[in-house]
């Protein structure tokens, strides 16, 4: 990994960049045989800090991160996955999208840009957030619009058998979400408190999936690894 940032929990500054390799299954035994394949790139920039008391600054972070991961079956087998299926929770990527959780990826492309604002440097921040993210099953990649079905009345995302990778990515495939929050800098306590807005866009229009109010989401910040 390449690590540039000023402080890894809290960065205001810098970049960091890795690839972390995974080989599941060593014995023809375990339930699990895969290899994975986890790539992470985040920059950070202060766009600006003025002073405006003694003790603060208006102080306006950018932040920005790309992540893609893979599961892939090793040479000479077949994937087995029971429990490591790469996963959309709504929580730590593509905010709001918990209608997500469970499905069982086999591809994962998550993205998200924030606008940090400090309201007390060391301990509290205000953040705006837009965040965009794609799945990939073994069915093809998930599509975000939905469809209704006879159990339900609404639309649920589902896998289109017509675009079986990344390959044939629509606009469609692609889960956004804005909003903003409050979090916690503070390493023993790492909660994040955001409210955000579903929607898809098709190139021209906005289809919000969060019809009234804002989706409560409650996270943890997680370390860089």
Request: avoid cysteine.
């Amino acid at each position: 990994y390449i690590n540039n940032l000023d402080l890894s929990y809290n960065p205001s500054k810098g970049y960091y960049a890795s690839e972390r390799l995974t080989w599941a299954g060593f014995l023809p035994v375990e339930t699990q045989q895969y290899f994975k394949t986890d790539t992470k790139v985040e920059g950070y920039a202060t766009l600006f800090s003025i002073p405006v008391f003694e003790n603060w600054n208006w102080k306006i972070v950018l932040g920005a991160h790309a992540g893609f991961s893979a599961l892939l079956a090793k040479p000479g087998t077949a994937l087995a996955v029971t429990d490591d299926w790469l996963s959309l929770d709504g929580t730590f990527n593509a905010r709001g999208w918990n209608v997500l959780y469970g499905l069982q990826g086999v591809g994962m492309w998550e993205n998200w840009v924030e606008l940090r604002m400090p309201i007390f440097e060391q301990f509290l921040w205000l953040d705006g957030f837009f965040d965009a993210a794609a799945l990939q099953t073994q069915g093809g990649l998930v599509n975000m619009n939905g469809r209704s079905t006879d159990a339900v009345a609404f639309s649920v995302p589902y896998s289109d058998s017509a675009r079986p990778s990344f390959s044939g990515l629509g606009w469609d495939n692609v889960a956004m979400s804005l909003g903003f929050g409050f979090r916690f800098a503070i390493q023993q306590f790492p909660f994040r408190f955001y409210f955000a807005r579903r929607f898809v866009f098709d190139g021209s229009t906005i289809d919000w999936k969060t019809k009234n109010g804002l989706d409560l989401v409650i996270s943890i910040t997680q370390a860089l690894n």
